[in-house]
């Protein structure tokens, strides 16, 4: 059994992304992000919410 096991993501939204970062950060390195879409951003980039507010940054509260 390999001491670095194989990690994958599903999404490279905002939490997908950290938990990428957190991983490499531990010394995983074998880490692959699957992602749908042409680029990263995920629910955020995909979707709009009318009416919707919020009182902090989304970057303050998404992990």
């Known amino acids: 059994m390999s001491s670095d096991p ?9 939490g997908g992304l950290a938990a990428a970062i957190e991983l490499v950060r531990h010394g995983h390195r074998n880490v692959t992000i699957l992602e749908k879409s042409d680029g990263l951003g995920g629910v955020w980039r995909d979707n709009t919410y009318p ?9 303050l509260y998404s992990f």
């Open 6 to 14: 194989s990690v994958l993501i599903v999404g490279a939204g905002f």
């Open 51 to 59: 009416g919707a507010a919020c009182d902090a940054p989304s970057d």
